[in-house]
């Protein structure tokens, strides 16, 4: 049974910095592509970035690039998300989720599997 687990939601203020994570179980972790979502209130889920089953390509959002890092670490099941100077429209819930292929993917429907996704609050 695949399992995400994320963690390192919080508020902040605008122009501060957060590095999200997602533990990954019940998978050969390093196989398949990760991604990062979120949904902003009373909008729809959107893309945020993904990386490769390796690690060595990544694709993000326009826009995104400039503020937002995914990386992940195959040896620990761990897939982040450093977001800096952060926006008051970055507030939303960020979930991570994991797709059955080894590429990266950017449409939603690619992903199998979600996380329960942290809240972030950016606010002044």
């Known amino acids: 049974q695949v399992q995400l687990v994320e963690s390192g939601g919080g508020l902040v203020q605008p122009g501060d910095s957060l590095r999200l994570s997602c533990a990954a179980s019940?998978?050969?972790?390093?196989?398949?592509?990760m991604g990062w979502f979120r949904q902003a209130p009373g909008k729809e889920r959107e893309f945020v970035a993904t990386?490769?089953?390796?690690?060595?390509?990544?694709s993000y959002a326009r826009g995104m690039m400039d503020r937002f890092t995914i990386s992940r670490d195959n040896a620990k099941n761990t897939v982040h998300l450093q977001m800096n100077d952060l926006q008051l429209e970055d507030t939303a819930v960020y979930y991570c989720?994991?797709?059955?292929?080894?590429?990266?993917?950017?449409?939603?429907?690619?992903?199998?599997?979600w996380g329960q996704g942290p809240q972030v609050t950016v606010s002044s």
């Open positions: 989720a994991v797709a059955p292929k080894a590429n990266t993917a950017l449409e939603e429907h690619a992903y199998h599997y």
């Open positions: 019940g998978l050969t972790f390093g196989s398949y592509a």
């Open positions: 990386i490769s089953g390796s690690g060595f390509s990544t």
